[in-house]
């Protein structure tokens, strides 16, 4: 019985990690070129697999898992951002200043 408790307790999250997953990634798709659309959808297919991947792990907790999925939707998002041209990254801002 203790065991199944622990087993239960590790797939929660605490409120802290709620916080932190709890906020959305919004990926913005840029329609103004065909190239720029193609680049993205070898990015969101790439994305898709990374999940897949990431979600079968064994070895990885919960947390684990959802943090390294939205570091790379945050990445993919970026990465999308400067296909269209635009900027808004956090780490432009740093490199600007």
């Known amino acids: 019985m203790v065991r199944k408790s622990r087993k239960d307790d590790a797939d929660k999250l605490t409120g802290i990690e709620k916080e932190l ?53 945050h990445s993919v998002r970026d990465r999308m951002r400067v296909v269209n041209g635009l900027t808004g990254r956090k780490y432009d801002k740093i490199k600007s200043e």
Request: charged share 25%; glycine share 6%; hydrophobic share 45%.
């Open 21 to 73: 997953l709890s906020r959305n990634v919004r990926l913005e798709l840029p329609i103004s070129d065909l190239a720029a659309v193609r680049q993205a959808a070898d990015m969101l297919i790439g994305l898709g697999n990374q999940i897949k991947l990431i979600a079968s792990f064994e070895g990885m907790d919960k947390t684990s898992k959802l943090m390294t999925i939205r570091s790379h939707a």
